[in-house]
C-alpha cells in the first residue's frame, strides 16, 4: 500500500545503457486503491508522493535503484464493514529499492522483456474528522512487475505492465490495532519512456484495472 513510487521511470533504453549507465530522477505519483483490514472493514486510500531516485545499469541488463521522498498525504473513507468517517493522511516519507533486469530488445526489430522487482515502505499518520484522533499509519510492500515494450527510433518506448503486490498495513482504529492489506494484489498498467537527446528521459505510467494510479517523471543519465 506504500504510496506510488514511480515503477520504470528512468529504466535506461538499450542504448542509454551504453552512453550513460546511471540517472538521477524526480517523480510524482498518486493512488487510488481498496484495502481490507482484519475485524475492521473494508476503506478506499487516495495518496500522493514525490521521490528522488538513483538508477545504475550494470553488466548484462542488471539495473539497480533506490528512491525517496516526501509523502503529500491524501485521503481515507470508510466503506463496506467500516466506520462511517473520513481520515486526513498526514504527510510523511516513501522509499523503495528496486532491482530489475531487461531481456531482448536489443535491436530496434525485436520487443524488450522487463522484470522488475520492488520493496517499498511508507510511514505517516491519519487524522479522523469526527474527532480529530492522530495516529500512525506504516506500509511495508512486495512488488514484481513484468513489462512488454518495444524501443521505436531509439528514443520511445511504450509498454504494457502486469504488476503483484501486497505487503501488511499497520493502522490503529480507536484502542485497537488492526493490520490490512490491499484488496487487489494485481494491477495492470501502460506507459511509456521517452528520451530526449542522450541525456534526459520522462516517462509516465498509467494503471487502470485493480489498483489504480498515475505517475510520472523526469530523469538525467551520467
Wanted: aromatic share 10%; with cysteine.
Amino acid at each position: 500500500m506504500s504510496a506510488p513510487v514511480g515503477p520504470t521511470g528512468c529504466m535506461a533504453t538499450p542504448t542509454e545503457t551504453k552512453r550513460r549507465p546511471f540517472a538521477l530522477g524526480v517523480s510524482y505519483g498518486f493512488s487510488d486503491t481498496r484495502l481490507v483490514f482484519i475485524d475492521a472493514g473494508r476503506y478506499r486510500f487516495r495518496q500522493s508522493a514525490y521521490t528522488l531516485s538513483l538508477v545504475g545499469a550494470l553488466e548484462r541488463g542488471l539495473v539497480l535503484g533506490a528512491a525517496v521522498g516526501p509523502h503529500m498525504g491524501g485521503r481515507v473513507n470508510g466503506l463496506r464493514g467500516a466506520p462511517a468517517d473520513s481520515w486526513e493522511i498526514r504527510p510523511g516519507v516513501v522509499w523503495s529499492l528496486t532491482v530489475a533486469r531487461r531481456y531482448f530488445g536489443t535491436k530496434p526489430e525485436l520487443p524488450y522483456l522487463l522484470v522488475v522487482g520492488t520493496v517499498s515502505g511508507s510511514s505517516a499518520a491519519t487524522q479522523r474528522e469526527s474527532d480529530g484522533e492522530r495516529v500512525g499509519l506504516h506500509a511495508l510492500d512486495v512488488k514484481g512487475d513484468v513489462s512488454v515494450g518495444w524501443t521505436l527510433g531509439d528514443a520511445w518506448s511504450p509498454y504494457v505492465a502486469v504488476r503483484g503486490f501486497g505487503g501488511p498495513v499497520f493502522w490503529r482504529q480507536g484502542d485497537q490495532r488492526v493490520i490490512g492489506g490491499d484488496l487487489y494484489h494485481v494491477s495492470v498498467a501502460a506507459g511509456f519512456n521517452l528520451a530526449i537527446g542522450d541525456r534526459a528521459a520522462i516517462y509516465f505510467d498509467g494503471a487502470f484495472v485493480g489498483m489504480r494510479g498515475l505517475s510520472g517523471g523526469a530523469s538525467l543519465r551520467f
